[in-house]
């Protein structure tokens, strides 16, 4: 998932950042400094190099994660393949966080140096190109190419600008969809179909013992390479939210003043029709839309799938097989064993990296 702490530039879980407070500060280890250190000094380039960062949405569906693999479909791959058609020569990008296989992302940032080389005379250093003419030319190249990434946001940084170091928080949303009918093709590998009714209000409890600076090694995976466990969750709480794709019904257009009513509408419908065979009302042939519920997560980094099994905790809870008393029993337990079975992949979105960008 998007916490993926398995690899060295790995997420220490989206795309969850708007409070106005600054995150909470996590305090380095000597090792950290000096990791982070050795990677910032590496980063000398050629005056005529310029650094770019990058905001990219992607459906993760068809991606076997972000980071470059070999004979895998990843996001990094197709990126660095149009920029390679774009300027003519192979780059290397670097992701602010790393989202495993079928995790997708609203926001999710890197950066790029690239060096702008005339095709007229080889060897000729010509001026950076601008943002917005990256922008246009990556996702030409980008559209060809499935069309499951686009650049949403590009902006010129230092030579020393760190999508992974300069990072402050990040911020996940994780959706599920509530209800007995099956899920919409639309929502296919978009949410966690949750065929029971949640508890909303159970949920929340559960998320204010969760909230703050803890030992999180309940929650988080086998494999993951964070030096502590201890973590600031700054937010984790779940809301419920219009169903999306959503398109308004008759009902809500009235009550917006978009149509006038229809007086003969009543008199016009079947005596024999019910609730449970024309949808409650509204009408033959329209689906019956599921609960939509979303958690936010946001800290300034997370465990290795630290979000999918904070999430499958909140759903147990809101199914009721685990009570709200349970929750801090699992959070002191310090071991991943005690929690719960990790939330899929498929409702799991980056939301937001945020930056003091200069």
């Not at 949405?57 to 058609?85: D, P």
């Not at 409702?347 to 990296?353: E, F, S």
Request: glycine share 6%.
């Amino acid at each position: 998932m998007s916490e993926n702490l398995k690899h060295p530039l790995k997420l220490d879980s989206i795309s969850n950042s708007q409070s106005p407070q600054r995150p909470s500060k996590i305090f380095k280890t000597a090792d950290d400094l000096s990791e982070e250190s050795q990677q910032l000094q590496s980063m000398s380039q050629h005056p005529g190099i310029q650094r770019y960062l990058l905001a990219i949405e992607y459906i993760g569906t068809r991606f076997s994660g972000s980071q470059q693999q070999s004979n895998c479909r990843t996001v990094v791959g197709v990126l660095e393949e149009a920029f390679r058609k774009f300027i003519g020569q192979p780059v290397s990008i670097f992701c602010s966080s790393r989202t495993d296989a079928g995790v997708h992302a609203l926001s999710n940032v890197c950066h790029v140096d690239v060096e702008r080389i005339s095709k007229r005379k080889p060897g000729e250093v010509l001026e950076p190109h601008e943002s917005a003419v990256v922008k246009k030319a990556v996702n030409h190249f980008l559209q060809k190419n499935e069309g499951d990434v686009m650049v949403i946001d590009v902006r010129s940084v230092p030579a020393n600008f760190h999508a992974r170091y300069k990072a402050q928080e990040r911020t996940y949303f994780y959706r599920f969809l509530s209800g007995p009918e099956p899920l919409s093709t639309f929502e296919k590998d978009r949410a966690w179909h949750v065929p029971e009714e949640l508890d909303l209000c159970s949920m929340q409890e559960a998320c204010k013992v969760l909230v703050g600076h803890h030992d999180f090694s309940s929650f988080r995976a086998a494999g993951c390479q964070a030096k502590s466990p201890i973590r600031t969750l700054d937010e984790l709480n779940v809301s419920e939210v219009v169903s999306s794709p959503c398109f308004p019904s008759i009902m809500e257009r009235k009550q917006n003043n978009l149509v006038e009513e229809d007086p003969h509408a009543h008199t016009n419908k079947l005596e024999t029709d019910t609730p449970s065979s024309f949808n409650e009302g509204q009408g033959f042939g329209v689906r019956k839309k599921h609960r939509c519920f979303v958690v936010t997560a946001r800290a300034r980094s997370f465990l290795y799938h630290q979000v999918r099994l904070l999430v499958g905790v909140l759903k147990c809870v809101g199914t009721g097989d685990l009570k709200v008393p349970d929750v801090e029993r699992i959070l002191n337990a310090k071991t991943v064993t005690a929690a719960s079975p990790m939330a899929p992949a498929c409702g799991l979105y980056l939301g937001q990296v945020k930056y003091d960008l200069p």
